[in-house]
């Protein structure tokens, strides 16, 4: 979870789908907005399209508590899947309530085929404190949650 200036956070999930429609679901705008956050938080203004570099925003709001939370950033790199394999990677950096952008941090999905099917990890790598990568590991495995039931 360590390197030698900041925090990173790893997940991997296996998938009973094919690749692509692994891809698609963690690239395609359509296919985002219908399970990317944590539990508890609906999507209120968002555009999210990874299937090529550039600029991405997403503000979420908590169902309860009406907090809203934004986060943006530039999808980088963009490899669709080839013989099984593809890799989307983007900055990532909150907003703080007079929208200024905070630190800056860099997550990846890659998409491999396994032999039943897809793998996704997600890396999100350069969070500044421990307690950020805390913070976003609890937020990606409640997302990751919500992409579990959007492939189900």
């Known amino acids: 979870m ?3 200036d900041s925090f990173d956070a790893d997940f991997i999930r296996d998938y009973p789908v094919a ?3 692994l891809w698609q679901a963690v690239t395609q705008p359509d ?6 956050g944590p539990e508890g938080v609906r999507q209120v203004d968002c555009a999210m399209d990874f299937t090529a570099p550039g600029p991405w925003h997403c503000v979420m709001e908590g169902r309860e508590s009406g907090d809203r939370f934004h986060v943006s950033g530039q999808v980088t790199s963009v490899q669709p899947p080839r013989e099984g394999a593809g ?3 983007f900055t990532w950096a ?6 200024a952008r905070g630190a800056e941090s860099f ?3 890659e998409v491999t085929r396994t032999d039943t099917g897809a ?7 350069g969070l500044t404190t421990l307690e950020a990568a805390q913070s ?3 937020g990606w495995t409640s997302t990751l949650l919500c992409l579990d039931r959007h492939l189900a």
């Open 31 to 36: 296919q985002l907005m219908q399970w990317f």
């Open 87 to 89: 890799r989307v990677s």
């Open 19 to 21: 690749p692509d429609r």
């Open 107 to 109: 997550v990846t999905f």
């Open 119 to 125: 793998r996704l990890t997600l890396t999100h790598r």
């Open 2 to 4: 360590k390197d030698s």
């Open 136 to 138: 976003h590991s609890r």
């Open 94 to 99: 909150w907003h703080d309530g007079s929208g």
